[in-house]
Each structure stands twice: as C-alpha cells, then as structure tokens.
C-alpha cells in the first residue's frame, strides 16, 4: 500500500490569508490524489496529478508534485470560512490508503 | 448524477448486535469500496469489489465482518456480532475504475452501546 502523510495535523488561519498542506509518500506513484472532507460528510475529490506533472491548479487550488523527493503540497489561496474542513492525500495504488489528514480551521 | 447513497445515516445498537450496512454506487461505477473512519483518522480501506468479485479484503475482520456486491451494483456491509471497538463512520465510496477519482456518500456513523 502507499498511503500519503499529510502535514501539519492542524492549520489555523485568517480568512483571505493562504493554507499549505503537505504530503509525503514513500514509493513510486503515477498519480497522486487530494480530498476534502466537511465535517460529517464523506470525502470530496478536489484534484489528481499524475507522476508526469510538477503543477496543477484547480480554481483556487494549487497543486505541486515532486516525485524525487516523493511529496505533494496543496496550496488553497485567498481561503474562505467554507475552506474549513480536513484535507487528504492519497496514492495511487492498487489499493488507495489515505493519511490521517490536515485539519483546516479558516477564521472569518 | 446521482451521488453515492448509504443508508442508514446513523445507527445505535448494543454490543453483540447484528448491523447491515447499504450503499448504492454511482451507476456506471465499476469499483466500490468500503471504509470504516475512526474520529480524527483518516479512512481504513475494508474492502474494494471490482464489479461483484471482491479483490481486496485483507483489512477486513473476517470472523465478524462480511461484505457482498449484488450483480455488481449496489453492496452490503454486515457486522455480527458488533464489538464496542467497532463504533466509528463507515463509508462506501465508487469509481469508474481503480485508481480513479472516488465518489463517496457520507456514511453510516454506528455507535456500539
């Protein structure tokens, strides 16, 4: 399995201000996954980058893989109160493992 | 589309209590997935079907969990006997195939009394 690592466990931030999340891995993907998940709700796909791509922009979401140092980051700019939610990463193996997720708390 | 559709939306029964679980892929979907989601964790891969044939379920407790996918569409997930452990937010999600974007519903919270 390849599961992702997200970091920092916790993010707490401004409105309007910006919100970087990591993700570590450890073997070779061919694509790399982020989800979004609201609090008592199921997981939302935000966006896929393949091993072949460095960058990848969704809206306001921005996503950057480097595959040599086997990480993703997701930058979500200008956020918004309705950011809040926990963010995942996932691989793209046979059989998909999620992190534990970055909790995300945007302050109006 | 249609979403994925999971039912019940919550359930409460005591320790050593049968408890069904039920989702309805998005149609089209060949691969669904069952997860079980503790408070705080991220989703626990139980099992994963590709059209009826269950293809992975090595995290799946076997002596009291069981799962099948009729004619490859909508699934089931039973607990029998249900532990305290066993309380957490189960989640059906499906794909057009694996590896592929997953559509989730928003679970089954069960609570173990």
């Known amino acids: 399995s390849q599961q992702g690592e997200e970091d920092p466990q916790a993010l707490s931030i401004q409105e309007g201000e910006n919100a970087t999340m990591n993700c570590s891995y450890k073997t070779s993907i061919n694509n790399l996954q982020w989800y979004r998940q609201n609090s008592g709700r199921g997981l939302v796909h935000l966006i896929l980058i393949r091993s072949n791509e460095r960058e990848k922009h969704s809206g306001r979401l921005r996503v950057t893989l480097d595959t040599s140092k086997k990480s993703s980051s997701l930058l979500i700019t200008a956020s918004r109160a309705a950011d809040t939610a926990s963010y995942f990463c996932?691989?793209?193996?046979?059989?998909?493992?999620f992190g534990a997720g970055t909790r995300l708390t945007v302050k109006p | 589309e249609a979403g994925v559709v999971q039912s019940p939306r919550y359930k409460i029964i005591e320790k050593k209590q049968p408890v069904a679980f039920w989702c309805n892929p998005i149609s089209g979907h060949n691969t669904l997935y069952w997860y079980r989601q503790n408070l705080g964790q991220g989703p626990e891969l139980l099992i994963r079907y590709e059209n009826e044939e269950a293809v992975d379920d090595s995290q799946l407790p076997k002596d009291r969990f069981s799962a099948e996918r009729l004619k490859g569409v909508d699934s089931t997930l039973k607990i029998q006997p249900a532990e305290l452990g066993d309380s957490a937010v189960y989640l059906c999600?499906?794909?057009?195939?694996?590896?592929?974007?997953?559509?989730f519903g928003d679970g089954t919270r069960l609570s173990i009394l």
């Open positions: 999600a499906s794909s057009y195939a694996v590896n592929q974007p997953q559509h």
């Open positions: 996932a691989t793209d193996a046979v059989d998909m493992r």
